[in-house]
């Protein structure tokens, strides 16, 4: 079991062959200082390892993770992230910090069309 402070946030599962606490904190400073832009990569990654079809054999890791957009304000953040699967999707995460939890929205691309003015 990781004996970090951090084992208890959402999105991390400590003491597991997934965790990846002590990437995302840098424990050596007095307050641990998170890493949130690793901490939304590790959420695609768990949310795309738990959805994605057994018989694709495909897992995703960490590296196969890319952040797109990244915006944030206050307590509140918000990214745009994609990986490097070419299956079309792409994950919107939204973190509303007054209630410590975060949003995740997959979406797949259909289409790209040009529109004229």
Known sequence: M???SFRNHPGIDCG???CHCHDILDIEKETPVIDL???AKVM???YF??????TDNKELVIDDVYIVWWSKTLQNWKGLLS???P???YYELTHDGDY???YIDAYKKFDNTVVTD
């Open 16 to 18: 597991s062959d997934g």
């Open 100 to 102: 410590e939890v975060t």
């Open 37 to 39: 832009q690793l901490l």
């Open 83 to 85: 990986t490097t699967i």
């Open 87 to 89: 299956d079309g999707m």
């Open 49 to 54: 390892n738990n959805h994605v079809d057994k």
């Open 2 to 4: 990781c004996d970090c």
């Open 44 to 46: 695609v990654v768990k």
